[in-house]
Structures are given as structure tokens and as C-alpha cells.
């Protein structure tokens, strides 16, 4: 059977076992550079796949440029050795291949790197206190940026919430289909609560107008928010807040988990509320209940402090 066959069956299966969408594109995108590498040294056969064939293929990435011609990190390069395992485990499990030659390859080591550019609290508490909430995207953007520092959300988890995601009588947010497709439920604070309860309630209903729809964060035409402009209003505002650093919605998500640690949060607690870490961590732990969630955002994140 062809590679393309192969990867189309290989695809079919991670939607069947609801992956997501980008992770299915991801993994397409990582084996094609397999397959590249394949063609180039003429093995059409997956039999003859070999882990010695594998292990040069981690060599060959290692020195492959990125689409951008810059060097391709440790993240970049496991992510496509990640794919490649996935493939051949689906391979020998469907009785493609009698044995798993990806099994014994190692990833890479990850250098275990500090966040860049995390907002000290007062740069954050800078940006946020200054955008105009006098118009509807005003209020809107201070609106995200409250959730985004409270919550530590992804870009993504972000726009793919819904006004039923949002529970203000106790102050949670729903946030469905996470990375991992894991859901999750995280506490909001007072004043990310106080905040989406009036674009709720007299914000959203401007920006929506006569449409219909239940996502909750909405552009000036009343259509769901794309990931272009999210990023683009947090550099936006930390710009006009003088704050130098490079800021993007990943940075407000390291900025939280930072000051809650700074602030002696246990690491438990932060692991919870972002979504973080692997099924190997969570389970040496005791699931911990969204009370204790709570109470812990409330005592640790200094926007409680306020």
C-alpha cells in the first residue's frame, strides 16, 4: 500500500479517536517530511522501514531548516518524531508492519528554559488599567485581557468559548476541548467575573446585533474572534502602555502561572488550572476539587489582591 494511503487511513483513525483537527493537520504536515526523506533515499516499501532508518531520519531533521529557513528547536523536532511514533504504532497495531521500528527512538532531551518576556505584575496591572473602556472593543479587549491573566487560557481555548462556558453565580469558566482535547474548569476572581458578567450581559449583545451565535467573544462585525486578532490586541495595548517587552496571549499565560508561583501557589494548583503537564504527572497526584482551585487562586494570583 502507498505512504499516502497509509497516512490517510493513519489520519482517519486519530478522528475517529477524537484528536483534534490541528493535531491531525500537524501530524499530516511532520510525516510528510518523513515521507520526503523516504523518496530521497528511494525506500517506497514501509516494510523496509528499519529503526535504523528512523534514527537517521531524527539525524536529517535535526539539520532541516524550518519553512522560514531558521533552525528547528528541540519542541520542533520531538513534535515531528511524535507524529512519526503515532504512525508506526498505528502501523503495527492495524498489521502493517510485524514489528514497531520507531520504538526504541528516543526523543530529544528538552532544555528546560525559563517563559521569556513574563510581565512583572505592575507591567501587567499597567496594560490592563490602560485600555478605554468607554467603547464596546474597549471594554471587550480589557474583557479578554482580564480572563487571559486570570485564567492563563490558551489563544485558542479562548476563542472557542461560549456563553454557557461562563458560570458568573460561582465564578468559573468552562473551557472545553483544551490541548489534549481535555476539558477543564477553571476559577474566574472577582474582577474577570465582574468584568464578563457586564460584556455579557450589555457589551456582547452590541457586538452581535441581529445574528445568532454563542461564542463569546465577538469582532466588531459579530463574528467569532480569530487568532490574528486576539494577538494583535494584546501587542496593541501593551503598546500603548509602554511596556517594551513582546507580549502575546501565550505571554499573559506564562504571566499567570509565574505570579501564582511567585506567590507561593502550590505547583498542583497551577498544573490544574492551566491544563498542564502529563497523564504520567496527574496521576502521582490526588485530583484536586475546583474548591480547592478556587481558594487557591483567590489567596495567590494578585489580581485577587487588588
Given at each position: 500500500m502507498?505512504l499516502d494511503e497509509?497516512l490517510?487511513?493513519f489520519?482517519?483513525?486519530?478522528?475517529?479517536?477524537?484528536?483534534?483537527?490541528?493535531?491531525?493537520?500537524?501530524?499530516?504536515?511532520?510525516?510528510?517530511?518523513?515521507?520526503?526523506?523516504?523518496?530521497?533515499?528511494?525506500?517506497?516499501d514501509?516494510?523496509?522501514?528499519?529503526?535504523a532508518?528512523?534514527?537517521?531520519?531524527?539525524r536529517w531533521?535535526?539539520?532541516?531548516?524550518?519553512?522560514?529557513?531558521?533552525?528547528?528547536?528541540v519542541l520542533?523536532?520531538n513534535?515531528i518524531?511524535?507524529?512519526?511514533?503515532?504512525f508506526c504504532?498505528f502501523?503495527?497495531?492495524?498489521g502493517?508492519?510485524?514489528s514497531?521500528?520507531?520504538?526504541?527512538?528516543?526523543?530529544?532531551r528538552?532544555?528546560?528554559?525559563l517563559p521569556?518576556?513574563v510581565l512583572?505584575?505592575q507591567?501587567a496591572?499597567?496594560?490592563i488599567?490602560?485600555?478605554d473602556t468607554?467603547?464596546?472593543?474597549?471594554?471587550?479587549?480589557r474583557?479578554?485581557?482580564?480572563?487571559l491573566?486570570a485564567?492563563?487560557?490558551?489563544n485558542?481555548e479562548?476563542?472557542?468559548?461560549?456563553?454557557a462556558?461562563?458560570?458568573l453565580e460561582?465564578?468559573l469558566?468552562?473551557v472545553?476541548?483544551?490541548k489534549?482535547?481535555k476539558?477543564r474548569?477553571t476559577p474566574?476572581?472577582q474582577?474577570?467575573?465582574?468584568?464578563?458578567?457586564?460584556?455579557?450581559?450589555?457589551?456582547?449583545?452590541?457586538?452581535l446585533?441581529?445574528?445568532?451565535g454563542?461564542?463569546?467573544?465577538?469582532s466588531?462585525r459579530?463574528?467569532?474572534?480569530d487568532?490574528?486578532?486576539?494577538?494583535?490586541?494584546?501587542?496593541?495595548?501593551?503598546k500603548?502602555?509602554r511596556?517594551k517587552?513582546?507580549?502575546?496571549?501565550?505571554?499573559?499565560?506564562?504571566?499567570?502561572?509565574t505570579?501564582l508561583?511567585?506567590?507561593?501557589?502550590n505547583?498542583?494548583h497551577?498544573?490544574?488550572?492551566?491544563?498542564h503537564?502529563?497523564?504520567a504527572?496527574?496521576e502521582r497526584y490526588?485530583r484536586?476539587t475546583?474548591t480547592?482551585?478556587?481558594?487557591?487562586?483567590?489567596r495567590?494570583?494578585?489580581r485577587?489582591?487588588?
Amino acid at each position: 500500500m502507498k505512504l499516502d494511503e497509509l497516512l490517510h487511513r493513519f489520519q482517519g483513525d486519530l478522528q475517529i479517536r477524537n484528536y483534534s483537527a490541528r493535531t491531525v493537520t500537524d501530524y499530516g504536515y511532520n510525516l510528510a517530511l518523513l515521507f520526503q526523506f523516504l523518496e530521497q533515499r528511494q525506500i517506497t516499501d514501509i516494510q523496509s522501514v528499519t529503526s535504523a532508518t528512523l534514527a537517521d531520519f531524527q539525524r536529517w531533521v535535526y539539520y532541516q531548516p524550518t519553512k522560514q529557513g531558521t533552525p528547528r528547536g528541540v519542541l520542533n523536532q520531538n513534535g515531528i518524531l511524535a507524529a512519526v511514533k503515532s504512525f508506526c504504532r498505528f502501523l503495527k497495531v492495524e498489521g502493517y508492519l510485524a514489528s514497531d521500528p520507531a520504538q526504541g527512538i528516543e526523543y530529544a532531551r528538552e532544555p528546560r528554559s525559563l517563559p521569556r518576556n513574563v510581565l512583572t505584575p505592575q507591567e501587567a496591572k499597567r496594560i490592563i488599567e490602560a485600555v478605554d473602556t468607554t467603547t464596546v472593543l474597549g471594554y471587550r479587549d480589557r474583557t479578554i485581557l482580564e480572563v487571559l491573566y486570570a485564567t492563563g487560557i490558551r489563544n485558542e481555548e479562548l476563542r472557542n468559548l461560549t456563553v454557557a462556558d461562563v458560570n458568573l453565580e460561582e465564578g468559573l469558566l468552562r473551557v472545553n476541548h483544551g490541548k489534549g482535547a481535555k476539558d477543564r474548569v477553571t476559577p474566574l476572581g472577582q474582577i474577570a467575573s465582574r468584568f464578563l458578567e457586564t460584556y455579557v450581559n450589555g457589551i456582547r449583545p452590541q457586538l452581535l446585533g441581529q445574528r445568532h451565535g454563542d461564542r463569546l467573544f465577538l469582532s466588531f462585525r459579530g463574528n467569532p474572534i480569530d487568532a490574528h486578532s486576539v494577538g494583535d490586541l494584546v501587542k496593541r495595548h501593551a503598546k500603548l502602555a509602554r511596556v517594551k517587552k513582546h507580549v502575546t496571549p501565550h505571554v499573559w499565560r506564562h504571566t499567570c502561572a509565574t505570579h501564582l508561583v511567585k506567590n507561593n501557589a502550590n505547583l498542583r494548583h497551577v498544573q490544574d488550572l492551566l491544563g498542564h503537564g502529563s497523564l504520567a504527572t496527574t496521576e502521582r497526584y490526588l485530583r484536586l476539587t475546583i474548591t480547592d482551585l478556587k481558594e487557591a487562586h483567590a489567596r495567590f494570583h494578585p489580581r485577587e489582591k487588588s
